[in-house]
């Protein structure tokens, strides 16, 4: 799709809070439960694994270090983004703001733990602002909100995520945005699709981003460790092994700490913000 690389996977969060957090990705955003353990619950729409909750005893606030700004769930059509708005609005669920990006429509929000969320669709590539140097230029207006929920069907019972919704894209929150994004254009070989002084948008391909950066959460965060609440890792998935590859020499040849185990491997930028790579052949 879009010529990419790669397409996003799971997000994994470390919550204090699991049972509830459960709960709320089930009936807040309707996805439903995949595989539940002890300590860990998959949550997706259809088959697709799209949340993995990881029970954590740590103690911190989510706004306190580098991690996830928000995590990014692209639904199918325009009719999808209309009854999940409907579903939001009609049962009051608390929302962060809803704007039209000029190559999508979003709303946003946010999980019991304070984890930004962004739910949206595409608008068709046609009609995207596309530089020749293929540049995307993304605007921040408001959505046509009462057309969307015009186009929604009411959940009779009870909201579900439509199969087909996907992981769109991952917003992270770095110290430094311009090196974040030279260090994942390094790695990751994403392009930058567009850039200020304090945010950069990357895709694989010719997609609007796949990743992106910001450093509006400050210079003073802490650094993210193994457990802290929040993100734990987000996942990118390769289909072709020559692509895989490629980026695994990558990381070698930035000296990353590669951790590899049969056809995954993970690594640790600055910020200590993980990346889960995996080879998934169709």
Known sequence: MYNSQFELGAVALNVRNLELQSLFYQQILGLKVLTE?????????????LIRLLKTEQEGEIADSYGLYH??????????????LRHFID??????????????????????????IEIYRDLPQTDWDIRED???????????????YSLGQVS????????????????????ESEASSRFYQEVLAV???????????LASGSYHHHLAVNEWGGKNLNLRTDGLPGLAYYTVVYSQPEHYQATIARAQA?????????NTATFVDVDGIRTLLILDEV
Do not use: C
């Open 156 to 175: 009779k019972n009870g909201y579900q995520m439509p199969t087909g919704s996907r992981m769109g894209h991952v917003h992270l929150s770095v110290k």
């Open 37 to 49: 353990r002890a300590q860990q619950v998959e949550l997706g729409a259809g088959d697709r694994v």
């Open 134 to 148: 293929g540049r995307i230029i993304g605007v921040t207006e408001p959505m046509d909100a009462d057309t969307i």
């Open 71 to 84: 995590l990014a769930i692209v639904l199918p059509s325009r009719e999808d983004l209309g009854t999940i």
């Open 191 to 201: 392009e930058d699709k567009f850039s200020m002084p304090s945010a950069s948008w």
């Open 254 to 262: 930035a000296n990353l700490n590669l951790e590899q185990v049969a």
């Open 91 to 116: 049962n009051r669920i608390p929302l962060q703001g809803a704007s039209d990006h000029g190559y999508s429509e979003a709303i946003y929000l946010a999980d019991t733990e304070g984890n930004g």
